[in-house]
């Protein structure tokens, strides 16, 4: 429901946002992509994964929008077997997954969280027009407040330091949701900057805040902080929008 059934029609629809960005791909240590049906978010999704080099690992952490929750820790991992697109099959690497679950106590095998969730899936064809291969560690997030944030952060950087091959962090995003264009865009620029400054704290206390409905604002932190701890020095914002630009109505829009 977020994207064409048909694989020639994504395909099709895939490949045109990419072919749109004149960027080529560069070494990241995390990135924050949208999530919204594709017709409103892909191009902003392509200005984003066009510009990224796709490691051996790809962790994507996303919000639930569900409320499905079968494990007590609220960072749902989905570990082993594969995530499934009409353009094939995205492996899970369950050699990480299982790395993670024993090094916090906040991550778990809970694919019941999964169930209807979209924010993981409709990043994937992405990667698989990427033409990299890569594996992904798909993680659904129950919370957003910064200690739990935090731990999990801390545990992703140490894995991710030590693991034996490259590993890319991706936060699976919208902005503000079901505002006037011009408002969202207030609200939003508020949260960049604290997202430039790779502080995912303040970023999450600029959004209890300043009621910005960023719905992967917990992603976004742990991406944020673990990018961090691993050295990274700053963000760049490489494209914003909203449905108004494809609906021509701005007076509630998803940025």
């Given at each position: 429901?977020?994207?064409?059934r048909?694989?020639?029609e994504?395909r ?5 946002f990419?072919a ?11 990135a924050?992509?949208?999530h ?18 796709f ?5 994507v ?11 007590p820790?609220?960072a749902?991992?989905?570990?082993r077997?594969a995530f499934?697109t ?31 969730e979209?924010?993981?899936e409709?990043e994937?064809p ?11 560690v798909?993680?659904?997030?129950a ?6 944030c ?5 545990a992703?950087?140490?894995?991710v ?6 590993v890319?962090?991706v936060?699976?995003s919208?902005m ?5 264009a ?21 970023l ?7 009621s ?17 701890l ?6 760049r914002?490489v ?17």
């Open positions: 429901s977020f994207y064409p048909d694989p020639g994504l099709t629809l895939v490949s045109g990419l749109a960005v004149d960027a080529s791909p560069e070494r990241a240590r995390g924050i992509a949208p919204a049906g594709l017709i409103y978010s892909g191009q902003c999704a392509a200005h984003v994964f066009k510009r990224i080099e490691p051996p690992v790809t962790v952490l996303a919000p639930n929008h569900t409320g499905r929750l079968g494990a820790g609220g749902s991992l989905w570990s077997g499934a009409p353009l094939g099959e995205v492996p899970v690497n369950a050699a990480f997954a299982e790395a993670l679950a024993a090094r916090c106590s906040l991550a778990a095998d809970d694919s019941f969280a999964h169930a209807g979209h924010a993981v409709i994937l992405f990667v698989q027009l990427s033409g990299a291969a890569t594996s992904i798909p993680i659904v997030l919370w957003d407040d910064w200690p739990r935090r731990v999990l952060a801390e992703l950087a140490e894995l330091r030590a693991w034996p091959q490259a890319l962090l936060a699976s919208d503000t949701h079901y505002e006037h011009d408002r969202a865009a207030a609200k939003d620029r508020l949260a960049f900057t604290a997202i430039e400054r790779l502080d995912g704290q303040e999450l206390d600029t959004c209890h805040r300043h910005i409905t960023m719905c992967g604002r917990a992603p976004a932190a742990v991406m944020l902080e673990a990018s961090r691993l050295g990274a020095a700053g963000a914002l494209d914003y929008r909203h449905s108004g630009w494809v609906t021509g109505d701005d007076a509630s829009v998803v940025a």
